[in-house]
């Protein structure tokens, strides 16, 4: 059983609140602990560290498994979110002794027609899931040093034929975090992530190419080479390949597995055929320079629209309900899109040359 401790920064006075709110929800704790703060230490940003002297503040500490935390803080949150001095932080546990006791799955109980049985989620919470995909999605110097870094490697992989160098230069995967976060920022109606997940899409995308070019216009491109050929033709298979990529990408975050070795799926789906076009557009060779596009627009497309529908799958949603009215009619006009522009896609390949599988 994975497990979470939520700790959390009260006033004394909201202890028996915060215990009939534990009990009277019938959650499924696994231990509560409170003790009592005699100052916190902060620092406000670009400042010093300060020790604050509270009066009556307490630490309380919450066991969890990862399956009941996004509920519990859920909870916490609507009750004590407008509370002076609250913080709720949580922590991942690597092991709890005594072994807390696997729960066995109890048999469905019948329930009237218009009752729908909740399922139990198995992914971690919302504010966990944000906060990995927020920090992946930074916009730094480091990241485009991880994009240039896989495209040097991926485009020696191209030329030389080489599946090998290619999957190495796919586990670095930059452009997982971007693509991710992207879906979630729709699914959540959050302009802000959004942004942040475009801008670093849109820098990373850029950058590749560029890179690629250059290479390109200085090494001898083989446009029958098969890496390299095999990128110039979009079929149905690369675009169900790029589909699976994106909802396995999200699947790993949403499990709070590590997402390395599924980042290489959706790599290999984005940066092969970007690279690709930079090389052949570097070396003159435009019109099959436009093939390796298509095939990267398709996967990029496919990408984001299997996130989004994964997220939504997973039952992701804003705790507010205006958040939530918002982020469905977001959620629904990004899938509208992504649907119309797949289509549109798809069209094209059908029409412009024989199906490939």
């Given at each position: 059983m994975v497990l979470r401790m939520i700790e959390m920064v009260l006033p004394e006075e909201e202890k028996e609140g915060l215990e009939r709110l534990l009990t009277s929800?019938?959650?499924?704790?696994?231990?509560?602990?409170?003790?009592?703060?005699?100052?916190?230490?902060?620092?406000?940003?670009?400042?010093v560290w300060k020790k604050t002297f509270t009066e009556r503040q307490i630490l309380v500490k919450i066991?969890?498994?990862?399956?009941?935390?996004e509920a519990v803080?859920?909870?916490?949150?609507k009750k004590f979110h407008r509370t002076e001095g609250c913080?709720?932080?949580v922590l991942p546990v690597a092991a709890s002794l005594p072994r807390p006791e696997l729960a066995e799955e109890e048999p469905?109980?019948?329930?009237?027609?218009?009752?729908?049985?909740?399922?139990?989620s198995r992914r971690i919470g919302r504010e966990e899931l944000y906060a990995d995909l927020a920090y992946t999605t930074g916009l730094s110097r480091i990241y485009v040093f991880m994009v240039v870094l896989s495209s040097i490697v991926a485009a020696i992989g191209v030329l030389r034929d080489n599946v090998a160098v290619i999957i190495g230069a796919m586990v670095i995967a930059p452009l997982l975090g971007p693509n991710v976060s992207f879906s979630l920022a729709t699914i959540l109606g959050d302009g802000s992530l959004a942004?942040?997940?475009?801008?670093?899409?849109?820098?990373?995308?850029?950058?590749?190419?560029?890179?690629?070019?250059?290479l390109g216009a200085v090494l001898t491109v083989d446009p029958t080479t098969p890496e390299i050929a095999s990128r110039t033709v979009v079929g149905l298979g690369e675009v169900a390949l790029a589909l699976a990529s994106g909802s396995a990408g999200a699947l790993a975050f949403t499990t709070g597995v590590s997402a390395t070795l599924i980042g290489?799926?959706?790599?290999?789906?984005?940066?092969?055929?970007?690279?690709?076009?930079?090389?052949?557009?570097?070396?003159?060779h435009e019109?099959?320079?436009?093939?390796?596009?298509?095939?990267?627009?398709?996967?990029?497309?496919?990408?984001?629209?299997?996130?989004?529908?994964?997220?939504?799958?997973?039952?992701?949603r804003p705790l507010g309900w205006r958040e939530a009215k918002r982020a469905k009619r977001a959620s629904i006009v990004a899938m509208a899109l992504w649907l119309l522009m797949l289509a549109v896609l798809v069209v094209i390949i059908l029409r412009s040359q024989p199906i490939s599988i």
């Open positions: 929800n019938k959650l499924a704790v696994l231990g509560v602990w409170t003790a009592p703060l005699e100052g916190i230490w902060e620092r406000p940003v670009g400042g066991l969890v498994s990862t399956a009941n935390s803080i859920d909870l916490l949150e913080r709720l932080v469905e109980k019948k329930t009237l027609p218009e009752e729908k049985p909740k399922k139990k942004r942040r997940a475009l801008k670093a899409n849109i820098v990373g995308i850029g950058t590749a190419v560029v890179i690629s070019y250059l290489v799926m959706v790599a290999v789906a984005l940066l092969p055929p970007l690279v690709t076009f930079g090389l052949l557009m570097g070396s003159g019109s099959l320079a436009w093939g390796a596009m298509l095939l990267f627009v398709a996967n990029f497309i496919s990408v984001n629209l299997s996130g989004v529908a994964t997220f939504l799958a997973q039952g992701i």
